[in-house]
């Protein structure tokens, strides 16, 4: 290894319902990454919460890790005390002196949805004064709050479909229908029913009356505290978009608009509609074309690329990706997601995912300005980098006329 390569710890998996796409998309990215600039390396959180590493997490045909993959890989945990480097530490040291840490300069999290996406993986790297990619702590905190992002979305004045929020009970998951009623206010039947803080799939459902919502949501309380309620969109079409700053200028990726058979996309149609391809293929460094690139990939749904919409649809989605990107100090490359109504021509801004599916390389490949996979993971790598110079704070962070005790 070239001693001046970067050192970038890959982070994937984790104790999240999403947790099997969190590791193919970790693993393109892993493979993405130009090695010629940058030492890249994974590190798998299972889902009951150990941290390893090892090159048999490298292969996804060894997960979930049979017992003998298992005894390749080494449990670490990450050393709080590390400055600006982070450092993992075997947690059982060999017979004969002590595990050597294995060091890191950047960690690029590669998790969806809870304990990973949603600033509690971040704030860990903050504590530790370690550079890391994607999003800062406040902003995945919000987006990945559904709640939260529509307060967001009011105060900035971005369009919205109304909403009620619904709270697991203190005791059972239960929810009488009268109840119910009380909590819906003006929203009328039928609705879309979602948890708060998972991915924009798993626990959804349409109801379309208030027993059907009362027997939905036991199935949403076990993984979440709070479900959201929404009118359903008739006519539905979906526009996705991703942006991020890049080179100093704030940029948006080509537009998607999903194909769907059904009324909603259900979680196994959106990731695994693509058959089997278990390793992935090494995308970036100019060896796919964009167009080839963006046929492959974790997000094997049937799309449209660039498709021709109204300018003012068009104008609509660009300006308030931007208005809420900057609003939160945007860094990483969220991804936005648009509802409407065809027929009327009605657009709202739905939910934000902080980190999309193999960070939604195929939409900046697509872009006018195209970027490969490669150089895209660079500039989040890079501009991690950036955002820990930035924060720097002095040894000692204490102000002279702040100090109660000697030095």
């Not at 993984?223 to 991703?242: C, G, H, K, Q, R």
């Not at 997000?299 to 931007?322: C, F, G, Q």
């Amino acid at each position: 290894m070239s001693q001046n390569k970067k050192r970038v710890a890959v982070f994937f998996g984790g104790r999240s319902p999403e947790h099997d796409v969190s590791v193919v998309s970790g693993l393109q990215i892993l493979q993405a990454i130009d090695q010629t600039l940058y030492d890249a390396f994974p590190v798998y959180v299972s889902p009951t919460g150990e941290w390893l590493i090892g090159d048999v997490l490298r292969d996804r045909s060894n997960y979930l890790l049979s017992p003998e993959a298992r005894k390749q890989a080494q449990k670490v945990t990450l050393d709080v005390t590390a400055n600006q480097v982070g450092r993992l530490v075997a947690e059982k040291s060999p017979l004969f002196g002590q595990a050597k840490a294995v060091e890191f300069d950047v960690a690029l999290p590669v998790f969806h949805g809870l304990y990973g996406e949603d600033g509690r993986i971040q704030g860990l790297f903050e504590l530790v004064n370690v550079a890391y990619a994607g999003m800062r702590v406040m902003a995945s905190a919000i987006l990945m709050d559904k709640v939260a992002t529509k307060r967001i979305l009011n105060d900035l004045d971005i369009p919205h479909i109304p909403y009620a929020v619904i709270k697991r009970p203190s005791e059972g998951f239960y929810i009488a229908p009268e109840t119910l009623k009380e909590t819906l206010g003006e929203l009328d039947f039928p609705l879309i029913l979602k948890p708060s803080h998972l991915g924009s799939s798993i626990g959804v459902a349409k109801v379309d009356t208030l027993e059907e919502l009362a027997a939905c949501l036991p199935a949403i309380f076990e993984m979440d505290d709070t479900a959201i309620v929404e009118p359903f969109v008739s006519n539905l079409v979906e526009y996705n978009a991703a942006v991020a700053n890049i080179d100093g200028v704030i940029k948006i990726s080509a537009i998607e608009r999903p194909k769907a058979s059904d009324e909603l996309l259900d979680f196994k149609q959106k990731y695994l509609s693509g058959g089997d391809n278990k390793n992935g293929d090494k995308m970036g460094g100019g060896i796919k074309s964009p167009a080839t690139a963006i046929s492959e990939g974790m997000l094997s749904l049937t799309r449209e690329l660039n498709p021709k919409l109204d300018n003012e649809m068009e104008e609509n989605i660009r300006a308030w990706s931007v208005r809420l990107f900057e609003a939160l100090d945007g860094t990483g490359a969220p991804r936005i997601d648009f509802i409407g109504d065809s027929k009327s021509g009605e657009i709202w801004m739905n939910e934000v995912n902080p980190i999309p599916g193999s960070y939604g390389y195929f939409l900046w490949e697509a872009a006018k300005d195209s970027l490969l996979f490669s150089d895209f993971l660079s500039g989040l790598i890079e501009e991690a980098l950036r955002e820990r110079r930035k924060k720097a704070m002095p040894k000692d962070p204490v102000p002279k006329d702040a100090r109660l005790l000697k030095r």
